[in-house]
Antibody, heavy 121, light 109 residues
């Protein structure tokens, strides 16, 4: 059974960089043809796709966040990561990692439980 | 404002059938598959429908998806109290980005 688990700080100061990691168990990131993605849900708003990354390192980002976001994969640890720079209050959200089955469709079949991140001084 | 448009809320009585609409454009729904997600309170989203109308293993056949042009719909028949949740449609956009609808809150009266 595939499982994903997010980890990272629950609070980040405005203007600083958020770093989250998603640990994957039950499947090998390097052996998978899937992408690995991040989605967030801000208070009172809907879901927002942040971006996805292949195990090769090829990345796709939401254009609205492209200038501030970066993603990477560590196949030795079977995990992938999200960095979001210049955090503001508007970035306060629950951040989810998910398996993204195929490029060209928002096919997210396994999700982590989510981690709440608050941007506050 | 979301790229895909959903009604903010729908409601129905137990046993009834409800539909949730999702309106997009030729650059998203009109050119890619539609996916539906269910988010129960306090939990992560769950894939409900993939590739317009396919159900993952374990999803009851009370849930069905359809598509027509640049719009999609999710139908839920035999409504149950446990169906009370937020529902999101999603698609891929020609701008090389994933897009979600704003979400629809389903209330079971």
């Amino acid at each position: 059974q595939l499982r994903l688990q997010e980890s990272g700080p629950g609070m980040v100061k405005p203007s600083e960089t958020l770093s989250l990691t998603c640990n994957v168990s039950g499947d090998s990131i390097s052996g998978s043809s899937s992408l690995w993605g991040w989605v967030r849900k801000s208070p009172g708003k809907g879901l927002e796709w942040i971006g996805s990354v292949y195990s090769s390192g090829v990345v796709y980002y939401n254009p609205s966040l492209n200038s501030r976001v970066s993603m990477s994969v560590d196949t030795s640890k079977n995990q992938f990561s999200l960095n979001l720079q210049s955090m503001t209050a508007a970035d306060t959200a629950i951040y989810y990692c998910a398996r993204h089955r195929e490029y060209g469709g928002l096919f997210l079949d396994y999700w982590g439980q989510g981690t709440l991140v608050t941007a506050s001084s | 404002q979301s790229v895909l448009t959903q009604p903010p809320s729908v409601s129905g009585a137990p046993g009834q059938r409800v539909t949730i609409s999702c309106s997009g454009s030729s650059s998203n729904i009109g050119s890619s598959y539609v996916y539906w997600y269910q988010q129960l309170p306090g939990t992560a989203p769950k894939l409900l429908i993939y590739r317009n109308r396919q159900r993952p293993s374990g999803v009851p056949d009370r849930f069905s998806g359809s598509i027509s042009g640049t719009s999609a719909s999710l139908a839920i028949s035999g409504l149950r109290s446990e169906d009370e949740a937020d529902y999101y449609c999603a698609a891929w956009d020609d701008r090389l980005t994933g897009v979600f609808g704003g979400g629809t809150r389903l209330s079971v009266l």
